[in-house]
């Protein structure tokens, strides 16, 4: 049985798990988080606990990680070039990024974007 993945960052190893997690915040129209981190990077370590507890307070997000040295092809097809990258994806398209460990920054454009509407009426 799985555990919900509500509430948590998810950490994406395999190409087929990112897909799959990619393709669920693309069906569900949630916000998608993506932490493009390193294992060997300082400020990834620093922020890491401060993403979790953001997680845990806001279950209508999808928060993923992804290791750039287990999956160099993700961080390449999202342009990450420094660590840690946020990359802020809504219906698979990028609507925001921010890079370094900025923990005001980080939180205040994840609360910008959770709480824009999914969908725009013309």
Not at 16 to 45: I, M, Y
Not at 52 to 63: L, T
């Amino acid at each position: 049985m799985a555990a919900s993945s509500e509430g948590q960052v998810i950490g994406c190893h395999k190409i087929e798990e990112w897909n799959e997690h990619f393709q669920k915040g693309v069906e569900t129209k949630k916000l998608v988080v993506v932490d493009f981190t390193a294992s060997w990077c300082g400020p990834c370590r620093f922020i890491a606990p401060i993403l979790a507890d953001i997680a845990k307070k806001m279950p209508h997000v999808i928060f993923l990680k992804v290791d750039v040295d287990e999956l160099p092809t993700v961080s390449q097809e999202w342009n990450v070039e420094a660590m840690p990258t946020f990359v802020f994806l809504k219906d698979g398209k990028e609507v925001d990024r921010v890079v370094g460990a900025k923990k005001e920054e980080l939180q205040q454009t994840i609360v910008k974007h959770a709480a824009a509407p999914a969908t725009m009426t013309a």
